[in-house]
């Protein structure tokens, strides 16, 4: 990855995660965050300040958004080009769990869809996936007509359908948009199963995810299914997942993580391999510990430790008992990520 481009700074948005918290304070100084009530109810409707007692603005309710199980991160990458001028790349990791979510979050946040260049879809699962055809239709909407079409970032190996093994039987999960469909919404398809740059090399999506630790296993339960064989197939191992990474100017890596089903140490370590040793950072998304065995989120957060990230960005599937951990092994260095949250690294 000798040719990622090295970012000045970094600004995220989170449009779709698990958790809703406007009011915690942000717990590190490093990180800018904003987004809480205090940010909604500036940025709500001017008041005349005459017949409010002197109210500037209001703190509306329906400014707020509205958590829901997956993630979709709004991801601009700025760097000043030889000129001095400020030249930024965007890409959308992941599109949360249902249209009409993203479409309510995207819209509250005011958020700049029309800069998006490329979608990129962590991993084939629902969660992620299922916001797709509203956040191509609002994103083109948004565009100066003659635009280049939004890359659509896919790895080419898409189940017709996940699921879980339950005791009383398989159960599916809604299938995943297909490629024809998300053409049909106006993305432009790109499959890639190994790792390349994309948005103008600001930004790296990595291959398959090497796994090198004893304890993660994978998702639990984990099924997939082709509809022309018609069976479920053991699938613990989410193979398609791909992680997001780039290069920060005097801190290191910054990686996001959809679901981290490989792990989210291995995903970490596989980011500074790619980096060529430059270290770890940020890490940010879904960390899957939430049904993690205790013994798994201890070895997890130990073996973070050691790559001696300075932010933790936790959020989807992270659980609230890895949270815990974290805050308690590495104080200072987890930041929750919530929805609505504006983050500038
Ligand atoms: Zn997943
Ligand atoms: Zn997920």
Redo the contacts with the bound molecule.
Sequence with gaps: MADLVELDSLEILVIVDNELDPISPSPNAAVQQSGGLKDIGMGGPQLDPQTRGGAISELRMDNICCSAHGLSLLITGLKSNNSGEPERHTVLFDTGPEEHIFELNATRLKARLGEIETIQL????R??SGGMPRVLAMANAMKPAGSPAITVDLNPDRPDY?GMVTPMGPVSMEADPTFAEIEAAGGKVEKHSEVHTVAGKFFAVSGEIPRTTSYDVG?KRGLRMMREAGVWEEDTL?RD?RFLMCKLKDKGIVMFT??S?AGVVNASRHAVTLGNGVPLYAVMG?F?LADGEPQTITSTVADLQALEPKLLLTGH?TGWRAKFAIQQAMPGKLVPSFVGSRFTL
């Design positions: 962590s991993h084939w699962h969660d992620h996940r998702l989410i997942e959809g679901c089903h879904g899957h599937c």
